[in-house]
């Protein structure tokens, strides 16, 4: 849906007007390139996206199970347009400065058709890592049926600007690449569904990136609805409903001011692990297996491929006592051959914590689903809040057992433990793909004095500077794309 700015609603103009403003602001800008950016005689075309809070469910996504994840406010802003020269050329502002990068069309269709060469591009050119989620997106729209040859020859130009802040853990990468992809499929005058542009962006981050992330971020981003909780059941992308935030009651997130990365070796390495455990327990099962060494296929009428679909009790009574703790990737290459996953692989000279990445994501599987009833049942047995919180807990404990804790998210539970029931805070976890980034917290609505107490006792202890989330806003499916310029 594209509309001009006239026809926005008044409660939906308020998510366009930081792109908006940007666009206006070029005019001023002190570098000539910048002020110049777009052209006067082609449209142009704004999509946002929002960021996500992760309330349960995290690293379990890419085993198939249900996550809820809350559209954030903070947004990502893109504006695309047009031009009759075939380059794509990309403005990002990041940090109070502008960064540009500008390459051949031709290149995405050439050189650089195969996703690896323009992950390996992008990882040398001195734009940095950042250029490859908008040039990803050009690329998959680019390859889209349908298009004229008169769209497959044009070129971009990208303006991008965020208030999602990176390595936070709140999906910027999914921010960013949902926002670009909107617009730029405007620009070609092509539509597709948002949970479509979700699987989309998903490869993009996937085979182009290199993160092999799992898809509930670019599901939250593209599909999600203001102050509503998005269930997803991620075999691989279905939406199961929108669960309320119960009355009284808020999340939060705490950033930790300790960086997180989905493409760290440490991420990689337990979802590596969950799909070994998987394979083995296909193995004890006898499953029949087919494929050559490094990814196989598994038969699989009873669990469809997913570790969140085996019961707790089956994997305790059957196979989590034969999994082993730790295992070296070449010993495990030697008796299994390869895994069921795309976009990782087993190096033969790394261990990896299979018991332990095999039994999280079964767990949080019946822990989210005993979230959602619970949720449901909150407002009129309000004794279950504490219930609510400690599956919270207990999701932490699990990522710290995968080992994907740290000290400073670790630190930021404790404290909203101490704090507790008595102030209002009921329980707490680290979020997204782990290794530090930002702590999700369920409390009451009123308890935004707390938790500000809470980030500046923390910064106190340990030097480091946080940020508060408490709001929501639509996800990029919601608000649509608008025709700026």
């Given amino acids: ?130 250029a490859a989620y908008p040039l990803g997106v050009i690329q998959y729209g680019l390859r889209l049926p349908g298009l004229s040859t008169e769209d497959t020859h044009l070129g971009f130009r990208l303006l991008i600007d965020s208030s999602v ?90 950033d930790s001011g300790v960086r997180h990365d989905v493409s760290a070796a440490d991420y990689g390495t337990v979802r590596t692990a969950a799909f070994m455990g998987y394979r083995m327990i296909a193995a004890m099962a006898g499953l029949r297996v087919s494929g050559d060494r490094g990814t196989i296929q598994v038969e699989d009428p009873a669990w469809h491929g997913y570790l969140a679909n085996i019961s707790p009790e089956d994997f305790r009574n059957h196979f989590e006592r034969s999994l082993p703790e730790q295992v070296s990737g070449a010993d495990f290459l030697e008796q299994f051959g390869g895994i069921t996953d795309p976009v990782t692989r087993v190096w033969p000279e790394r261990h990896y914590p299979v018991r332990q990445a095999t039994a999280h994501p079964i767990g949080e599987q019946a822990r989210v689903a005993r979230f959602v009833d619970l949720l449901r049942r909150l407002p009129d047995s309000p004794a279950l809040a504490g219930e609510v919180g400690e599956l919270m807990y207990a999701s932490h404990r699990g990522y710290g057992a995968c080992g994907l804790g740290s000290p400073g998210t670790d630190r930021l539970v404790e404290l909203i433990a101490e704090a ?28 935004t004095g707390v938790i500000d107490d809470i980030a500046r006792r923390y910064t106190r202890e340990t030097g480091r500077e946080t940020e508060v989330f408490e709001c929501s806003g639509p996800g990029a499916g919601e608000t649509g794309v608008v025709r700026a310029g």
Wanted: proline share 8%; glycine share 12%; aromatic share 8%.
């Fill in 1 to 130: 849906m594209i509309r001009e700015p006239s026809a926005i609603p008044e409660a939906q103009r308020i998510w366009f007007q930081p792109g908006l403003d940007r666009l206006a602001a070029l005019a001023q800008d002190p570098d000539p390139g910048i002020r110049s950016f777009f052209s006067s005689d082609q449209p142009v075309f704004l999509a946002r996206a929002p960021g996500r809070l992760d309330v349960m469910g995290g690293i379990a996504d890419y085993s198939g199970a249900q996550v809820l994840e809350l559209p954030l406010e903070r947004s990502t802003s893109v504006l695309v347009q047009r031009q009759a020269a075939p380059y794509l050329e990309l403005a990002s502002r990041r940090e109070g400065r502008w960064d540009t990068a500008r390459i051949e069309l031709s290149l995405l269709s050439g050189a650089l058709a195969d996703p690896a060469a323009l992950r390996a591009w992008s990882g040398s050119s001195p734009t940095g890592r950042w």
């Fill in 165 to 254: 802040p990176e390595g936070k853990g709140v999906a910027s990468s999914a921010a960013l690449e949902v926002a670009s992809m909107f617009a730029v499929l405007a620009s070609c005058h092509t539509e597709m569904a948002p949970a479509r542009i979700a699987s989309a962006c998903q490869w993009v981050e996937n085979h182009v990136v290199g993160a092999p992330c799992g898809i509930m971020d670019q599901m939250t981003s593209a599909c999600g609805v203001q102050d509503r909780l998005l269930l997803l059941r991620c075999q691989p992308d279905l939406v199961e409903g929108f669960v309320p935030v119960p009355p009284g009651y808020r999340f939060f997130g705490i």
């Fill in 420 to 447: 507790g029931p008595r102030r209002g805070m009921y329980g707490a976890k680290i979020t997204g793909g782990g290794s530090g980034g930002t702590v999700a917290v369920f409390g009451r609505a009123g308890g």
